[in-house]
């Protein structure tokens, strides 16, 4: 999970068809989990993929979301419950954390899926946000490392290198001084969403992060990576 700085996000929203794609037969309804105690306000929101999808694939996504969701519920009860009974026991002011989320469905095309999730967080008068991505091939159901967006013997990590690097000395009022000597190359499993036009790289806190914000991701088209991206990705915008 990633710290992003995403605010009032509606979701979710539908990808319109475009020439020579096939828009996936799903959609989405939502869970939601309210409830507020002492200690802890929630206001959560668990996406339920539905459609004409194999039924285990779908329920294999559907469990891995929820169970994202239920982690980050579960970890902030236990962190509330500990600092109310801390802060009682010290005499101090207490507020009730806050905590919700929101899902943002990017991609929906080609057998191929792109959903992310953001969490935020209220605690001790701040607010934070975390984002996590869950990309998908529909077909086989598998987890899409980002290799596997990309022709077999390419060298992706070098061209989204030379992209990211590319991006930032083009925009260098939008990045903190010391960025690029701070960029060491991206990881091979680096995070990432797809949208219509472009390849979302994602990262750690403080590892790439433009000026007054939490998020670090930078958006590369699909056109600058066309010589080396499998068809059923550069098929979405051609």
């Known amino acids: 999970m990633y710290y992003c700085n995403v605010h009032n996000v509606k979701c979710p929203y539908y990808i319109k068809n475009s020439y020579r794609t096939q828009i996936n037969n799903l959609n989405v309804i939502t869970d939601e989990i309210n409830s507020e105690n002492q200690n802890i306000h929630e206001y959560l929101k668990v996406p339920v993929l539905k459609g004409a999808i194999s039924p285990k694939i779908l329920d294999n996504i559907n469990s891995n979301i929820k169970n994202d969701i239920f982690e980050f519920k579960d970890q902030l009860e236990l962190a509330a419950d500990e600092d109310a009974k801390e802060k009682k026991s010290s005499g101090s002011n207490f507020s009730p954390f806050q905590i919700s989320n929101n899902y943002i469905l990017t991609y929906n095309k080609n057998?191929?899926?792109?959903?992310?999730?953001?969490?935020?967080?209220?605690?001790?008068?701040?607010?934070?946000?975390?984002?996590?991505?869950?990309?998908?091939?529909?077909?086989?159901?598998?987890?899409?490392?980002?290799?596997?967006?990309?022709?077999?013997?390419?060298?992706?990590?070098d061209l989204l290198n030379k992209q990211i690097i590319k991006e930032i000395k083009a925009n260098?009022?939008?990045?903190?001084?010391?960025?690029?000597?701070?960029?060491?190359?991206?990881?091979?499993?680096q995070p990432y969403y797809l949208d219509n036009n472009n390849l979302n790289i994602f990262f750690g806190f403080n590892q790439i992060s433009p000026i007054n914000s939490e998020i670090s991701f930078i958006r590369i088209p699909y056109e600058n990576l066309i010589s080396i991206l499998k068809p059923d990705i550069t098929r979405s915008y051609i």
């Open 172 to 189: 260098p009022s939008s990045y903190s001084s010391n960025t690029l000597s701070n960029f060491k190359g991206i990881a091979k499993d």
């Open 111 to 157: 057998g191929l899926l792109s959903i992310s999730l953001i969490f935020q967080e209220l605690v001790n008068g701040r607010n934070s946000y975390i984002r996590t991505s869950y990309n998908y091939n529909l077909k086989t159901g598998e987890s899409m490392p980002l290799e596997s967006l990309f022709m077999t013997g390419t060298d992706y990590i």
